[in-house]
């Protein structure tokens, strides 16, 4: 071989020797420890747990809340009702209309045998 030759083939085993140390020496290093790693993803499940958690309760308060403001308007309704038979109990026990009531069956008042009771 010539010494052009010897010459070039040092030089290429010059080059390819320094990339071999360089690639031995470099290590690739993590950008977190396995450590962290854990804590991150316990932190992001707990965080993750705590919001299905707030959502779940959200929704529970919400159904709730439906309810009682349905139960409050059936309230509402019922004493509609009652106070509307209120005002019908009234009306039926109105003196003459039960005096009416009693001629129509054949009864007749009798001043003699009447007895006054007292209100409660």
Aim: proline content about 2%; hydrophobic content about 35%.
């Amino acid at each position: 071989m010539s010494n052009l030759a010897r010459k070039i083939q040092q030089q290429q085993q010059r080059v390819e020797q320094p990339n071999q140390k360089e690639r031995q020496i470099k290590l690739k290093k993590s950008w977190l420890t396995p450590g962290e790693k854990i804590m991150g993803v316990a932190f992001a499940g707990l965080v993750c747990f705590g919001a299905v958690h707030l959502i779940t309760n959200q929704a529970t308060i919400y159904q709730m809340n439906k309810e009682i403001q349905n139960v409050e308007t059936k309230i509402n309704e019922q004493k509609k009702v009652n106070a509307d038979l209120q005002v019908q109990v009234k009306d039926l026990s109105n003196y003459e209309r039960i005096y009416k009531e009693a001629k129509k069956m054949g009864l007749d008042r009798n001043n003699d045998n009447v007895k006054v009771v007292p209100a409660q």
